[in-house]
């Protein structure tokens, strides 16, 4: 399922204090492997973890007020720099876009986002006429799914 599209990993939520370095919500198990974001426009110093969240100093951002400058900004990286996956494993930018079929092959709709509540990943899915629904991310639920599209089981879609 590689491709070289972007993947969020981090997104800017607020400067820290005078120096440029910037407050970060991160998506990532691990933010510190990769060094540049945004196709090279930030390069990552340095990254620690604070009171609300990690804080991180990029290259590029010398002061306060470029750091306010960068709020709300994704920190992205392309796909393909993501570590391999095991079997059985994915991605949640992977997943989302992906086309749901029924079992029989009938078009249900598409995944829209994937949310983890603590319990296991769910998804969840927008139909044709809109309506949305959410299935878990467990084979009993979708017993297959790859680049092409997701299978959910029998009486989840209803």
């Known amino acids: 399922m ?33 060094r540049s974001f945004n196709g090279g426009a930030l390069t990552l110093k340095s990254l620690r973890h604070g009171n609300n969240g990690a804080i991180a100093r990029f290259a590029e951002i010398p002061d306060r007020t470029a750091a306010e400058k960068l709020r709300g900004t994704e920190l992205t990286v392309p796909r393909t720099a993501l570590p391999p996956l095991g079997e059985g494993e994915y ?19 598409t995944v829209v986002a994937v949310e983890n509540f603590g319990a296991g990943d769910v998804i969840e899915i927008a139909k044709a006429d809109g309506k ?23 009486g989840w879609a209803e």
């Open 91 to 109: 991605y949640h930018a992977d997943l989302i876009g992906l086309a749901v079929l029924s079992e029989a092959g009938e078009a249900i709709g």
């Open 2 to 34: 590689a491709s070289d599209r972007p993947v969020t990993l981090a997104v800017v939520i607020g400067a820290h204090g005078v120096t440029g370095e910037v407050r970060l919500k991160v998506f990532a198990e691990d933010l510190a492997a990769h």
């Open 132 to 154: 949305r629904f959410m299935v878990p991310m467990q084979p009993a639920a979708v017993p297959r799914w790859d680049e092409t599209g997701l299978i959910i089981a029998d």
